[in-house]
Nanobody
C-alpha cells in the first residue's frame, strides 16, 4: 500500500522560506512522477509543481514559477518543495501526490495516492 507523508509546514512571514518534504513508501518510488498541490479554504485543490520519475523534468504553476523548486531524492524515497519569497496568497494546505504515470500530470484526478497534507501559513 502506497503511503505518503508530508512535513515541513508552518507559519512564516511574507518573504520567508519553507521546505516541505514528502516521504513515500509502499512501492518503487523512482518509477513514478510526483506532484505538489495546495488547497486554500473555500477554493479548489490546485497544482503547484510536478517532477517526473527521474527528476529530469519539472513543471510549475505560473503563480509559483521562479519562487518554488521541486526536487526528489530517489534513494531516500522523498520529494521536496523549496518555497522562497512566500506571499500571503501561498497560504494553504499542501499535499503531495503520486499515481501511475512516469511523466508529470497537472490535474488532481491523475493522481491516485495523496498525503494527509501540511499547513503553510504566510503572514503579511
Amino acid at each position: 500500500q502506497v503511503q505518503l507523508g508530508e512535513s515541513g509546514g508552518g507559519l512564516v512571514q511574507a518573504g520567508g522560506s519553507l521546505r516541505l518534504s514528502c516521504a513515500a513508501s509502499g512501492r518503487t518510488f523512482s518509477r513514478y512522477a510526483m506532484g505538489w498541490f495546495r488547497q486554500a479554504p473555500g477554493k479548489e485543490r490546485e497544482f503547484v509543481a510536478g517532477i517526473a520519475w527521474s527528476g529530469g523534468s519539472t513543471f510549475y504553476a505560473d503563480s509559483v514559477k521562479g519562487r518554488f523548486t521541486i526536487s526528489r531524492d530517489n534513494a531516500k524515497n522523498t520529494v521536496y518543495l523549496q518555497m522562497n519569497s512566500l506571499k500571503p496568497e501561498d497560504t494553504a494546505v499542501y499535499y503531495c501526490a503520486t499515481g501511475t504515470w512516469a511523466s508529470i500530470a497537472t490535474i488532481p484526478g491523475a493522481y491516485e495516492y495523496w498525503g494527509q497534507g501540511t499547513q503553510v501559513t504566510v503572514s503579511s
